[in-house]
């Protein structure tokens, strides 16, 4: 049974440029949160998807933005990428009514 | 708005003695506590976890404790082992919500 899977792993942008990370959550699973963790720091909560709609959202700015497919795989995306968006990006998958989340390994994003 | 805190970026404990984590939260409507285990160039994985009912939760070396007087949880590995070295995120979360994390814990088990 295969966990939460993120591609891709790694991921070099340009300033200004757009990306799009992707997630498969565990079998099983119907919510996908997603963090940003930078270095030495703990993940940051991003938003939280349900139902293909954006449940809950933590302190980022609009260019980041997410979707929900019906297959519950998601898609994190930032426009006008800064520096300072380089981080660890993890998914995370749970079943609504359960606490407990699985993580995926992660993308590394850098920007340039 | 740092609502989970770790104050201690690093601890080292020599193998076999006892391990002890801290985390401090500040939000009172946190009612589940996890703490998870990190290893490099992978993502955090699930360690042990605890409900605001509870005020104690084991799990073999792996003992939760919660005050929520204090609003106070510390994870204690008896006995530690040089492959429980790793990072350490403390993480809370409220009914239905997301999980707020600590910056964690690097703790090194010395043999």
């Known amino acids: 049974d295969a966990g939460v899977t993120q591609s891709p792993t790694h991921l070099i942008k340009t300033r200004g440029q757009q990306v799009t990370l992707r997630c498969s959550p565990k079998?099983?699973?119907?919510?996908v949160s997603w963090y940003q963790q930078a270095l030495g720091q703990g993940p940051q909560f991003i938003f939280q998807?349900?139902?293909?709609?954006?449940?809950q959202r933590g302190n980022f700015p609009d260019r980041f933005s997410g979707h929900q497919f019906p297959n519950y795989s998601s898609e994190l995306n930032v426009n006008a990428l800064l520096l300072g968006d380089s981080a660890l990006y993890l998914c995370?998958?749970?079943?609504?009514?359960?606490?407990?989340?699985?993580f995926g390994s992660g993308t590394r994003l850098t920007v340039v | 708005d740092q609502q989970v805190k770790q104050n201690s970026p690093s601890l080292s404990v020599q193998e076999g003695r006892i391990s002890i984590l801290n985390c401090d939260y500040t939000?009172?409507?946190?009612?589940?506590f996890l703490w998870y285990k990190k290893y490099p160039a992978e993502g955090p994985t699930f360690l042990i976890s605890?409900?605001?009912?509870?005020d104690k939760n084991e799990d073999g070396r792996f003992t939760v404790f919660l005050n929520k007087s204090a609003k106070h949880l510390s994870l204690h590995i008896v006995p530690s082992q040089p492959g429980d070295s790793a990072v350490y995120f403390c993480?809370?979360?409220?009914?239905?919500?997301?999980?707020?994390f600590g910056a964690g814990t690097r703790l090194t088990v010395k043999p």
């Open positions: 939000n009172s409507m946190f009612d589940y």
């Open positions: 998807y349900y139902e293909e709609e954006e449940r």
């Open positions: 605890i409900s605001s009912i509870k």
């Open positions: 079998s099983g699973h119907d919510t």
């Open positions: 993480a809370a979360s409220a009914v239905l919500g997301d999980m707020r």
């Open positions: 995370a998958s749970t079943w609504t009514a359960d606490y407990g989340y699985t």
